[in-house]
Every structure is written in C-alpha cells, then in structure tokens.
C-alpha cells in the first residue's frame, strides 16, 4: 500500500524505445502509480520538464541525435542545486567509466537493462521517499525562514517603539527641567535677591531708622513666606509629600478627609492589599482619584462616593457617586482630559460615564506589567 504522496508522484520515463516504455509503465502502474509522462524524443525532455513538474525521472542514457549524457548536462543547467530531483539512468552499459561519468552529471541512480520489476520498485520508491522528505524538509525550512523573519520585524517594531518610548521620556524630564528651571530662576531666583538687598538695606537702617528697619523686616518675613510657599508648591506638583508620609492609601485617605466637611461622605475600599507599586503609578492614581473628588465636589452635588481600588495585573480605580450626573451633552473639560492623559501615559485606559439624574462612574486602568493592553477597563465583580 502506497502513501498518498507516492500515488500522487509524476514519473518522467524519457526513451527511445517503446516497448522499455512500455515494460516500465506496466510495472510502476501495477504498483500503484498513475501519473506518468512517456517520450520517446529526447528534444522534447526539456521543455516537459518545467511544465510536467516530475518527481522522478527515468531516462535512457543512449539515444539517437540525444543522448542521455547530454540530457543530464543540460538537466544540470535546468535543475536548482537547492531541488532534489532524482534522475534514474537506463542502461546495459556495466563499466565503471559510464558509471562514474552518469553520477558525475547529477544522476541520483542507474538500473541495468534488461529491467529488474523489482529492483525499478525499490529505487523508484526509496528516490522518492527521499524527494518527498526533501519538500517537507524544504517547506518547514521556508516556514522556519518565514517565522524567524516576521519574529525579527516585530522585533524590530518593538525595539523602534522602546526607543521612542524613552525618547519621550527623556523628553519629557528635560521639558521637566526646563520648567523647574524656569520657576527658579524667574520666581524664587529674584525674589531671593531682592531679599539680599532687603537685608542690607535693614542693616544700614538699624541704628539710623529703627522704625523703617522694623517696617523692611514685616516685608521680609512676608517675602520669605511666599518664597516658602513657592518652594513647597514646586516640591507637591514634583511629588505630593503625603506618598511618601502616608503611603498611597493612606494619602487618599487624608484628601477624602479634606471634603468631608464639604457635606460628602467618601468610602475608600481596598480588596486585599495593595503590594508597593512604581512611583509613577502611585502618582498617576493619586492624581486621579484628586481630579474625580474634585469633579465630584464642584459638580455633582451628591451626597456619597465610593472609592475602589483593586490590583491585580493592573491597578484599577473606580470612583462612583450619587449626584446628579453627566449631561446628555456634556463637554470634557480640563480635569477630565487630565485624568485622560495620566492614564494614557502609562500605557492605560479611562473611561466615565453617567446617567442625568443617577450619577457618575469613573474608571481607570493603569498596568503594572510591560506588556500593556488597551482593553476597556472591567468592572468589579
């Protein structure tokens, strides 16, 4: 019983004699092959060879104006070096100088005449048991080459998207800086110098005009205050000093304080523990959950919000009230793009939504992992 590859298997049988052609037809047909191409001109071999397609081919080494030597010369020519397409020499010529000359030119195999039924089964058999395996050898290596090439594009695609990525990063620090700088050397950098002149001008007076002396100090400490006030500002929007006094959870706790004065009451639930998180992230939801209080406060008019923060592989957020919530055609303001635009930063997701008259919920999504999704954020089960 014969592999459906073998049955399917296109045998090329190029010699001058019919009645081999015959003999070999007959022999292979009975052993289960069905697809052949018998010629009896050598002329016409080369042209059938590229649009039979052979899987084997059985060729007479001596004809007339052709000869199978020739043909095997001109097959070399043909034929890829990477192709494995067994070539069968026919002949009654024994030596070893035919021999030696036969399988020099790329013939896989030669049969003595007159022809062994089996002996032609076995080596047409174990030839195309070993052309088969070559396609197969041949396919997997393209899908491996495939594979490997599409492998190293996304390679590449993520390595140009990293490299961006920090791009933007150190972009963003300089922008940073830049501000910083900005702020010191415009705001606190000359109301320092001021004060410098302030304190000598204090120090000339303090003998000749105590009372103006007195009146510059009052200016001083007040100066000094602002200073002071400026510094701490520019320390908060750098980093809220509560994250690192009180720890995430406990810095929403105390800003939840802040607004229960205001008539809201605000519930902080946290499922399990949340294990320290990254900088950025401690900020982002900080920011957020600030940002939605504040919507809530200024806009809402509710009576409760909820707070829910659940980590898993990814810190979620939902901040849920009972005010009146979003008009059908509400536009996003500023806190709303801000709480946006944090999330996105981190390679996350925000969304809210709301019925006029039954609320607001707001979500947001921040992953942990490298490997972000920008799937729409889930709701608490």
């Known amino acids: 019983m014969f592999e459906a590859e073998h049955e399917r298997a ?13 003999v070999l037809k007959f022999i292979l047909k009975k052993a289960g092959y069905s697809t052949f191409l018998c010629l009896e001109k050598a002329d016409d071999a ?10 084997v081919i059985l060729l007479d080494l001596y004809m007339p104006k052709v000869s199978g030597l020739v043909l095997l010369e001109q097959f070399q020519t043909l034929i890829p070096p990477e192709s494995y397409l067994p070539i069968i020499v026919l002949t009654a010529d024994k030596t070893q100088q035919v021999r030696s000359k036969v399988l020099s030119l790329g013939a896989k195999d030669i049969l003595s005449k007159p ?16 052309r088969f395996l070559h396609l197969r050898l041949q396919g997997q290596n393209q899908y491996l080459e495939e594979e490997v090439a599409t492998r190293t594009h996304e390679l590449a695609v993520a390595h140009e998207a990293l490299q961006r990525s920090r791009e ?22 000359p109301t320092l110098a001021g004060e410098m002149l302030k304190i000598d001008a204090i120090r000339n007076l303090l003998r000749t005009d105590p009372d103006q002396a007195e009146r510059l100090l009052v200016e001083l400490k007040q100066h000094t205050q602002t200073a002071i006030a400026d510094i701490r500002r520019l320390v908060y929007n750098l980093r809220p000093p509560a994250l690192d006094d009180l720890g995430l959870l406990g810095a929403l706790q105390a800003q939840a304080l802040q607004y229960e004065g205001a008539g809201v009451h605000i519930s902080i639930e946290v499922p399990g523990s949340l294990t320290p998180l990254s900088a950025a992230i401690e900020v982002a939801a900080y920011r957020i959950v600030q940002e939605g209080l504040t ?3 200024r806009h809402a008019h509710a009576r ?6 659940r980590l898993d592989d990814a810190f979620h957020i939902w901040i849920t009230d009972d005010g009146c919530g979003l008009p059908l055609h509400h536009s996003k303001g500023v806190g709303i793009t801000s709480m946006r635009e944090r999330a996105q930063e981190l390679g996350g997701t925000f969304t809210i939504e709301g019925v006029a008259g039954q609320g607001t919920r707001l979500c947001a999504r921040l992953p942990i992992r ?12």
């Open 168 to 189: 933007a990063i150190v972009t963003a620090r300089e922008e940073e800086r830049r501000r910083l700088r900005r702020d010191l050397h415009d705001g606190l950098g």
């Open 304 to 309: 409760n919000c909820a707070i829910l923060l």
């Open 295 to 297: 919507n809530v406060m």
């Open 370 to 381: 490298d490997s972000f999704t920008q799937n729409e954020t889930t709701s608490p089960s």
């Open 46 to 55: 080369l042209d059938s060879l590229a649009t039979f397609f052979p899987d």
């Open 10 to 22: 296109r045998i090329m049988i190029v010699d001058d004699q019919i009645e081999d052609i015959s």
């Open 115 to 130: 022809l062994d039924s089996v002996e032609i089964l076995l080596r047409v058999k174990h030839l195309l048991e070993a």
